[in-house]
């Protein structure tokens, strides 16, 4: 049996992604701060396949150490980690000069460095076993940065890139990487708008494209799918 892990993974994209590969019959590591939200989700997962393991472990992903930690322990407990979700983000909307002075430091702790560090700790192992896939959500604003989020759309661009260079380092190696990049989807970060579902990306349309490329032969590699609304960006 195959393992995933998934950070950011008891709310939006995070969320739908986990209960897909429980779905799959996959096993399933995943993280929060917070510890019932986590607790009663891996119920849920244990409730929609009783056949798979479901690794949960609280810890904040935006913290190197506590990041690492549930790595490790994810490993440990479930075996070989196939699959990498980078799902973890925040959304500080705001243009750079009305930056807080902690807004960028938390926007790279946590759109950036969690995808980072567990590619340098999942990468090696993958690279050995010459199996894996990495996806790391990204956003449209790493390809046309929103001027109303400036160190929002600069993480972005960061993550974009940094997927660009695992997969180079990957793709001799037989392992996959692939950007996922969003447009605007449903998530948390839109609960105080007053928006029309039907005009936006569902987390669960980001899952459903994320488990046809996991599906495709060993030979083939998505680099970068983007998935938009269809009445266009709110």
């Known amino acids: 049996m195959k393992n995933a892990l998934i950070t950011g993974s008891t709310k939006g994209m995070g969320r739908a992604i986990?209960?897909?590969?429980?779905?799959?019959?996959?096993?399933?590591?995943?993280?929060?701060?917070?510890?019932?939200?986590?607790?009663?989700?891996?119920?849920?997962?244990?409730?929609?396949?009783?056949?798979?393991?479901?690794?949960?472990?609280?810890?904040?992903?935006?913290?190197?150490?506590?990041?690492?930690?549930?790595?490790?322990?994810?490993?440990?407990?479930?075996?070989?980690?196939?699959?990498?979700?980078?799902?973890?983000?925040?959304?500080?909307?705001?243009?750079?000069?009305?930056?807080?002075?902690?807004?960028?430091?938390?926007?790279?702790?946590?759109?950036?460095?969690?995808?980072?560090?567990?590619?340098?700790?999942?990468?090696?192992?993958?690279?050995?076993?010459?199996?894996?896939?990495?996806?790391?959500?990204?956003?449209?604003?790493?390809?046309?940065?929103?001027?109303?989020?400036?160190?929002?759309?600069?993480?972005?661009?960061a993550l974009l890139g940094l997927t660009k260079v695992m997969r180079l380092e990957m793709q001799e190696h037989g392992v996959k990487v692939t950007a996922v990049i969003p447009g605007s989807t449903l998530t948390d970060s839109w609960k105080d708008a007053v928006v029309d579902k039907n005009t936006m990306v569902l987390p669960e349309d980001i899952a459903s494209a994320i488990i046809n490329i996991y599906h495709m032969s060993a030979g083939a590699n998505v680099d970068e799918i983007i998935i938009k609304p269809a009445p266009g960006q709110l």
């Open 18 to 157: 986990a209960i897909a590969f429980a779905n799959e019959g996959l096993n399933v590591a995943i993280c929060s701060r917070n510890e019932k939200e986590l607790l009663d989700f891996k119920n849920e997962l244990l409730g929609i396949n009783a056949g798979i393991k479901v690794f949960a472990q609280v810890a904040d992903g935006s913290n190197k150490v506590q990041l690492i930690d549930f790595a490790a322990a994810a490993q440990q407990q479930l075996g070989f980690i196939d699959v990498v979700v980078n799902n973890l983000g925040t959304f500080i909307p705001t243009s750079i000069l009305d930056d807080a002075d902690d807004t960028f430091t938390r926007q790279l702790n946590t759109n950036l460095m969690p995808t980072y560090e567990l590619y340098r700790f999942f990468g090696k192992t993958m690279m050995g076993a010459r199996t894996g896939h990495f996806f790391n959500i990204c956003s449209v604003a790493a390809l046309n940065p929103v001027v109303q989020a400036g160190s929002y759309s600069v993480t972005k661009y």
